[in-house]
């Protein structure tokens, strides 16, 4: 099976076929659809660039992505940062729930039943060889409308590597996301959040945008599940990104904190999302 056609079964699972249908094979804009399943719609008209980020805390003008065709074609413009980005802007009390380092089997199934249980969609920084050992997972990330960025291959420092193996560990993970999820990462996340100008560079060329995070729940130290949920709570507030992590260690903490904080944010009129980048 094609990858392009990987791509549209799975979309197609969750978008239903309806827009989905026309945008088959092309650059599209990728939309919320209604009841927040993520569709394809018709690429947009030429015209002049469109902010379609609401990102803040940048002085960096967001260009839409150009000449993203068909997989394996890398986005053009996306512009190279000196900072990453580290909230999202936007109407109302929205946040954004990330997970770092997996999939782990262990761990990321169990999130991924509170988000579905909660209908929300969140962002996982999955490392390439984790995916490359469970791909189900990220076609299950796929199928449910989450977003997958990339966090790298094998989670090393990168301010201590070349500019040659900065890109041989996120474009091999671009690629393995593309075969497992079913197209190309448009966010990436340095590991540890050390980022330098070669990641920065090497990401923009590969068409993604570098997301940090407002709060880290610093979930990895396990301090307790009723300390995450602390955290999250007495962290939250509109444009926040939520830092965790589904793998790295024992996550079992962090897989009951979600359980209880997303329901109590859900109810205190968080509009728990993703941000998305329109194709030109
Ligand atoms: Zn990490």
Not at 248 to 262: I, K, N, T
């Amino acid at each position: 099976m094609q990858k392009d056609q990987l791509f549209t079964r799975r979309r197609m699972l969750v978008a239903g076929a309806t827009a989905a249908a026309g945008a088959v094979g092309t650059a599209g804009l990728f939309v919320w659809g209604t009841g927040g399943q993520p569709v394809r719609g018709p690429a947009p008209a030429a015209g002049p660039p469109v902010h379609s980020v609401p990102m803040e805390a940048s002085a960096y003008r967001l260009h839409p992505l150009a000449g993203h065709g068909p997989h394996g074609a890398v986005p053009a413009r996306t512009p190279v940062r000196r900072r990453p980005l580290l909230r999202i802007s936007g109407r109302g009390r929205t946040m954004v729930l990330t997970f770092d380092d997996g999939p782990d089997p262990r761990y990321t199934p169990a999130i991924l039943d509170t988000l579905a249980e909660y209908d929300v969609r969140a962002m996982f920084f999955v490392c390439g060889e984790m995916a490359a050992s469970y791909p189900h997972l990220l076609a299950r990330m796929a199928d449910a409308g989450h977003v997958v960025g990339n966090h790298t291959w094998s989670h090393p420092l990168l301010t201590r590597l070349t500019r040659r193996r900065i890109r041989s560990e996120m474009s091999r993970t671009s690629d393995v996301i593309e075969d497992t999820y079913g197209e190309r990462p448009r966010w990436f996340r340095a590991p540890y959040g050390a980022w330098n100008r070669a990641a920065f560079q090497v990401g923009a060329e590969l068409g993604m945008e570098p997301l940090a995070w407002t709060l880290d729940s610093l979930d990895w130290t396990t301090p307790g599940t009723r300390t995450i949920v602390d955290r999250v709570e007495k962290g939250a507030g509109p444009g926040v990104v939520v830092l965790s992590h589904d793998a790295g260690g024992d996550r079992s903490q962090s897989v009951w904190a979600l359980r209880e904080y997303l329901p109590r944010l859900l109810d205190s009129g968080y509009h728990i999302s993703v941000p998305y980048r329109r194709y030109a």
